[in-house]
């Protein structure tokens, strides 16, 4: 049978039924425009004296600056500003309606600017409720500078405490323990060398010498007792005092700022946990980062301040624009990158950014990083993580290399998202989802064991970016620089010019062959690590993956040039008498920074903000095309193995979240009724029959057993059980929260009570009532909660359509009609599924 058909009512009685409306209501034949056929006597909802009241409640309200809104005017419906907070205009794991969101406050603002007109008072009203916006992003980006600056002293010490201690200031990790030493054995280049201030934990118990095997072995075991021990707790703490507190945080950043309610998330126990838990964290060894978590704690911040605004708390639309200047400061303070924390919110977790927002995310990342260079966790005064202090040009030969680390990026990126998503699938399925402390040692034990005999492993994971990023001169001592005897017109020379004879150099081939097995378990251990449950962030591990691969491209590239610099092309990339000074021909640390970003693009398909991020990240100004280039060619390759999105989208999709990504396209000339179709074959929507409310015919009771049989958040309103008509759409909150509040206020709605959800027009009020429902119990009038401009599209509309409606409206639903009757209703998650179904 055609759908059509089903909804009993043909073409002619079409006609009939609007030849019988009145002249208005016939000439048009939208939503709301059939609102008819009530009975005369006049039911609870719209009697003087509760008109009377309201009106008097409203006035009263609006004095003390509650403005409500001009709907439904009983107290904790999520249409009204009394009763409940803005934390209670919605349920947990409930999509917000941002139309009535935007709406409510927009009837707000008008309402200010109408009292500004009038009184002094009212003028600087809109004064304060102007400047509130920038007061809290000040103070978000306040509380979140400080929180990082805690955290980054915190991770610093925990982590060193694994290898030794400073004696003479316990407090000092061991780069400060150093610089109160006037020692510079903490310079990237010399990373090796020894520090007179800084004790290992064997020379607290033995001789000083390192050729002692018990030496070692104390090292060694201490090493993984530390790490187990971080990692314990950090589980511990994760599991028994906030969930939520796992992860990296980002996925669930980007479902809350599309929105998406989920409570609790962004609350004070998370705040507190996942700040200590990711200090124990890092400094347990496992192949995380901290930069990720830095966003989620930064949202808390946000979302525990915008509770002290009403501006924010009662409308969530709103406080998403707060949330989003709080994810770019996030970045701001992980890396100190206040531009690349603005981009990063713009391109990567905002899903609504409107220009104000920009404009505060920028002032909020400004502060954030000005609060954090006040702190000055780093202890040099510098807020660049990774700063570079060279300046040599590149050469446009060297574009080839630079879209091989891009293709290489984009290789472990789709890899590694398949890998983990994988992984993270059988983790929920299998034992070990249900015994995640368990899982956290194992791991740990197991990273700790492997890292420990290679020193590129057993470092920390920050330490040897840096050093991977730091570039050769001819007086480094590391073995990442000992390239040796180079041959210039056939004689060997060293870096002082001496002339000898060398086959090659051992230091820099075991250095390469230590750093290809880094490469290696990084990446094995960030497949691993990343979804355990302890606050876990990919930026810096990815990061690590990627300089280790442009390091070891750098380096082979520069044993290759050096030898051959006379001759073409290795001389358009330096000169023979450079070679014999000891100057290198390849900037192996620019290499490091390349792979680098690409690696990081890759697994997390950013373009502009990585670039942004990783040129605020190095201070590296002037190598910004060989990093877009790396970043472009890391998302292509990326997109074309794994398809769009990075890992942040795929765990989304893992755990069922209803976000729209942008880059997700259907076929152009699939229709909205279609998606009927595709939901049938997934066993949604179609495949139980549309329950919809009637406009004049429901009791109070059937409306009950209607809310306990369906768990949905809302029912479309229609003319009768045989006209489909639309007449508007009701949300599930309003609905229930009308009922108690009128039964509890008249003892005279029983369950009887006929509940009608449209006024009783004028053309009709002299018509008697239906002989069913004469003597009927006194009726309810819900006609103010109804939505009588529901968003609607019909049968014929094209999926790409109704699809941008859902991502650039924002909406829940959007009912589907065809000649104003009711067909069916397509929400968020039949669109998502449908798309699933389509690829």
């Not at 082979?556 to 006379?566: D, I, K, R, T």
């Not at 009308?738 to 509890?744: C, S």
């Not at 790409?800 to 639903?813: A, H, S, T, Y």
Request: aromatic letters at 10%; glycine letters at 10%.
């Amino acid at each position: 049978m055609p759908k059509a058909a089903k909804s009993g009512i043909g073409r002619q009685e079409t006609d009939s039924l609007v030849a019988s409306l009145p002249s208005a209501a016939g000439a048009d034949a939208t939503a709301g425009s059939y609102q008819a056929f009530a009975p005369a006597p006049r039911p609870v909802g719209l009697d003087s004296e509760d008109s009377a009241a309201e009106e008097e409640t409203e006035d009263a309200a609006a004095s003390v600056g509650l403005l409500r809104d001009q709907t439904a005017k009983f107290p904790g419906t999520a249409h009204s500003d009394t009763g409940a907070t803005g934390d209670g205009q919605y349920d947990d794991f409930e999509t917000i309606d941002w139309l009535k969101d935007i709406g409510r406050h927009r009837r707000r603002r008008r309402e200010l600017l109408r009292r500004a007109r009038e009184t002094w008072r009212g003028r600087l009203t809109v004064l304060v409720d102007g400047l509130s916006g920038w007061l809290c992003v000040g103070l978000i980006a306040i509380a979140a500078g400080l929180v990082a600056g805690i955290v980054d002293v915190g991770t610093a010490w925990m982590s060193d405490l694994r290898e030794g201690i400073c004696p003479g200031a316990f407090w000092l990790n061991r780069e400060q323990c150093c610089w109160s030493a006037n020692d510079t054995a903490m310079d990237a280049a010399n990373e090796e060398a020894a520090c007179q201030q800084w004790y290992p934990w064997p020379e607290l118990f033995f001789d000083a010498s390192a050729t002692y095997p018990q030496n070692y072995a104390l090292q060694y075991s201490l090493y993984v007792t530390w790490s187990l021990l971080f990692a314990l707790l950090t589980a511990t703490l994760v599991r028994s005092l906030a969930p939520y507190a796992c992860g990296s945080g980002i996925p669930e950043i980007k479902t809350i700022l599309s929105g998406f309610v989920i409570r609790g998330y962004l609350g004070w126990w998370t705040l507190l946990v996942k700040s200590l838990g990711i200090m124990l964290a890092v400094a347990s060894g496992l192949s995380l980062g901290k930069e990720g978590p830095m966003v989620h704690m930064a949202a808390c911040c946000g979302n525990i301040i915008a509770r002290l605004f009403p501006k924010y708390n009662r409308n969530e639309a709103k406080k998403r624009e707060v949330l989003s200047a709080a994810a770019a400061a996030g970045v701001s303070i992980a890396f100190g990158a206040p531009l690349g924390g603005v981009l990063f919110s713009l391109e990567e977790a905002s899903y609504y950014f409107p220009l104000k927002t920009l404009w505060r995310s920028f002032f909020c990342s400004m502060v954030a990083a000005s609060v954090l260079k006040l702190v000055n966790p780093f202890g040099n005064d510098h807020l660049v993580l990774f700063a570079v202090n060279y300046r040599s040009a590149w050469s446009a030969l060297e574009v080839g290399p630079f879209v091989l680390l891009g293709i290489l990026g984009g290789l472990f990126g789709a890899g590694f998202v398949k890998a983990n998503v994988w992984l993270c699938r059988r983790r929920k399925l299998g034992a070990l989802g249900r015994h995640p402390i368990a899982e956290v040692a194992a791991v740990a034990s197991l990273t700790a064991l492997a890292a420990f005999p290679n020193p590129y492993t057993r470092m920390g994971t920050a330490r040897l970016v840096r050093l991977l990023f730091s570039r050769c001169g001819p007086e480094d001592v590391s073995e990442l620089c000992d390239f040796g005897a180079v041959a210039v017109n056939g004689t060997a020379t060293t870096g002082t010019g001496a002339a000898v004879v060398v086959a090659g150099d051992a230091r820099l081939d075991a250095a390469l062959w230590k750093l290809s097995i880094a490469y290696l378990f990084k990446i094995v251990a960030t497949v691993f690590t990343f979804g355990i449950k302890v606050p876990s962030g990919l930026f810096i591990p990815s990061l690590a993956v990627g300089a280790i691969a442009g390091r070891i491209v750098g380096s082979l590239l520069e044993q290759l040039a050096a030898p051959n610099a006379a001759y073409f092309p290795f001389n358009r990339l330096c000169s023979a008498a450079a070679v014999a000074q000891g100057q290198p021909c390849v900037n192996s640390g620019l290499y490091a920074m390349v792979g680098a970003a690409a690696a990081l693009g890759g697994v997390t398909r950013m373009t502009l903000s990585l670039v942004a991020i990783m040129l605020e990240l190095t201070g590296g100004l002037e190598y910004s095309l060989p990093l877009m280039i790396a970043a472009l060619t890391s998302k292509w390759v990326g997109d074309g193995l794994s398809g769009g999105g990075g890992i942040y989208e795929a765990h989304i999709r893992l755990n069922g979240y209803p976000f729209l990504a942008s880059w997700e396209r259907p076929a152009a000339d699939a229709a909205a009724a279609d998606v009927d179709d595709a939901s049938a074959l997934a066993g949604d929507v179609m495949r139980r029959p549309l329950r919809v409310l009637r406009q004049a015919e429901d009791t109070v009771d059937e409306i009950n057993r209607l809310l306990a049989e369906c768990q949905v958040n809302g029912f479309p309103v229609v003319l009768s059980a045989d006209y489909h008509y639309l007449i508007g759409f009701v949300t599930r909150r309003d609905l229930v929260m009308a009922i108690e509040y009128y039964r509890k206020k008249d003892d005279s709605i029983v369950g009887q009570s006929v509940v009608y959800f449209a006024d009783t027009p004028a053309a009709f009020a002299d018509q008697p009532a239906a002989p069913n429902r004469r003597n009927s119990p006194k009726q309810l009038n819900l006609s103010r909660i109804v939505d009588l401009a529901p968003i609607a599209v019909t049968d014929q509309t094209p999926m790409f359509v109704v699809l941008e409606m859902f991502r650039k409206l924002g909406l829940r639903q959007t009912l589907v009609t065809r000649n104003g009757r009711l067909l069916g209703v397509i929400t968020k998650k039949d669109a998502l599924r449908y798309l699933e179904n389509l690829s």
